[in-house]
């Protein structure tokens, strides 16, 4: 079982809708959350971080997490066409020998059609 | 620098060549991460160091990778013996973090290192 899930998806909305993406993580003792997005051809670049249970938002992001369920969530309002990219699940832990590693999900590709 | 260099932005290596990708962090950045990104997947880690010391290097693939920054700001990955499967794109990133906090996590990358070996 790989240590951070997603739905590769391709996930594809209307402009002006709301998208969903999902993420799940194995360890329990994960320590902050993270959402980037990635355009194809470019590198990873941080939209989101989250490291309380409950509801962080940001413009038109929301990040969801719940950690009894090792569930973390982005749901990004009004989509633009703008935000068709790959989004990366990532989670950190760094306690007893590790001192932090970032681990990243396989990505969901979001689609935004006009 | 404003952000985080890699060089070269593409390499072409014949097999058994041996190779080194070159990252210049964001000044002050104590925290330096490389990781590997094969097409369509996530990036997945290969080693961390903070300032100069190599604190997790357990992602590395095989003992033909080494990864070293001698001074605390620019790092080296090298390759040696490439192999077909080492090709991919090695992107590098920078935190203000330091080891053991939760805002490591947040990183800034460099535009990659597309390496093809051929």
């Not at chain 1, 209307?14 to 590198?43: H, M």
């Not at chain 1, 982005?74 to 306690?95: E, H, K």
């Not at chain 2, 990252?23 to 369509?40: E, K, N, R």
């Not at chain 2, 604190?55 to 590395?60: A, F, N, V």
Request: hydrophobic share 30%; with cysteine; glycine share 10%.
């Amino acid at each position: 079982q790989k240590e951070v899930e997603q739905n590769s998806g391709p996930l594809s909305v209307p402009e002006g809708a709301i998208a969903s993406l999902n993420c799940t993580y194995s360890d329990r003792v994960s320590q902050s959350f993270f959402w980037y997005r990635q355009y194809s051809g470019k590198s990873p670049e941080l939209i989101m971080s989250i490291y309380s249970n409950g509801d962080k938002e940001d413009g038109r992001f929301t990040a969801q997490l719940n950690k009894a369920s090792q569930y973390v969530s982005l749901l990004i309002r009004d989509s633009q066409p703008s935000d068709s990219a790959t989004y990366l699940c990532a989670v950190f832990y760094a306690g007893g020998t590790s001192y932090g590693k970032l681990t990243f999900g396989q990505g969901t590709i979001l689609t935004v059609h006009p | 620098g404003a952000g985080v260099s890699q060089s070269p932005r593409y390499k072409v290596a014949k097999r058994g060549q041996d190779v080194a990708l070159r990252c210049d962090p964001i000044s002050g950045h104590v925290s330096l991460f490389w990781y590997q990104q094969a097409l369509g997947q996530g990036p997945e880690f290969l080693t961390y160091f903070q300032n100069e010391a190599q604190l997790d290097k357990s992602g590395l693939p095989s003992d033909r990778f080494f990864a070293e920054r001698p001074e605390g700001s620019v790092s080296t990955l090298k390759i040696q013996r490439t192999q077909q499967e080492d090709s991919a794109v090695y992107l590098c990133a920078s935190s203000s973090g330091q080891a053991g906090t939760a805002n490591t996590g947040e990183l800034f990358f460099g535009e990659g290192s597309r390496l093809t070996v051929l």
